[in-house]
């Protein structure tokens, strides 16, 4: 059965400074995709990035990176000087097989994200 | 471009009282529909999902229903509800290939 754990529950740093949301995942299949998406206070799930199991290159976008392992099942999110608007709910989620996740992704619980000025 | 639309944004229902969501999306056809709900320190938990009109697939079996009378509609109901029913839905979407969830902008549910 697959799997998504984010140890993280709540993360406060102060405006400017890095940090680092950790993600590990679990599933048997070979072939997966792996997801970030940002929940603000609006409620609304925005997504961020989407990563196949066959492609581990580290993508940057901006401020945020993402660092995919295969070798320990992680898929990292880091924001780099973090600003205030970065306060958020992250979530990292899975979906297995080739069929792209129709029948849905599974969710981590969630990191709280707090930026202070 | 395609747009998903649910409503109410927010709703206050007694216990045992029916419950009723829509979601509706726009701008595209046949897509992938997903009814899930966020309760507090939970994560998301998928409850439905639908590949089209009429075909409903539960994740999780409890007090609520989905239906999809339409091709780009998608509805959670309940005929009672509970006070662990309470919690933040969102509906989202899929397009076939796409592999990304497109999210409403949720509908906080409280049961009192």
């Known amino acids: 059965a697959q799997k998504v754990t984010q140890a993280q529950t709540e993360i406060s740093v102060v405006e400017k400074e890095d940090v680092t949301l950790d993600c590990v995942y679990e599933t048997r299949d070979t072939t997966y995709y792996l997801f970030w998406y940002k929940q603000p206070p609006s409620g609304e799930l925005v997504f961020l990035i989407r990563?196949?199991?066959?492609?581990?290159q580290n993508e940057i976008s901006g401020r945020y990176s993402w660092n995919f392992q295969k070798s320990t099942s992680s898929f990292n999110f880091t924001i780099t000087a973090s600003q205030v608007v970065d306060s958020a709910v992250y979530f990292c989620?899975?979906?297995?097989?080739?069929?792209?996740?129709?029948?849905?992704?599974?969710f981590g619980k969630g990191t709280h994200l707090i930026i202070q000025p | 471009s395609q747009t998903i639309h649910q409503w109410p944004a927010t709703l206050v229902q007694p216990v045992g009282s029916p419950l009723s969501l829509e979601c509706t999306v726009e701008g595209t056809s046949n897509p992938n529909l997903y009814w899930y709900r966020q309760a507090a320190g939970r994560g998301l938990q998928l409850l439905f999902y639908s590949i089209g009109i009429d075909q409903i697939s539960s994740e999780v079996p409890q007090n609520l229903s989905a239906s999809r009378p339409q091709d780009r509609q998608f509805i959670l109901s309940s005929k009672k509800l509970l006070l662990s029913d309470s919690g933040f839905y969102l509906c989202?979407?899929?397009?076939?290939?796409?592999?990304?969830?497109?999210f409403g902008a949720g509908s906080r549910l409280t049961v009192l």
């Open positions: 989620a899975l979906s297995e097989g080739s069929g792209g996740g129709a029948d849905g992704l599974t």
């Open positions: 989202a979407w899929m397009g076939y290939g796409a592999n990304v969830l497109t």
């Open positions: 990563r196949n199991s066959f492609d581990e």
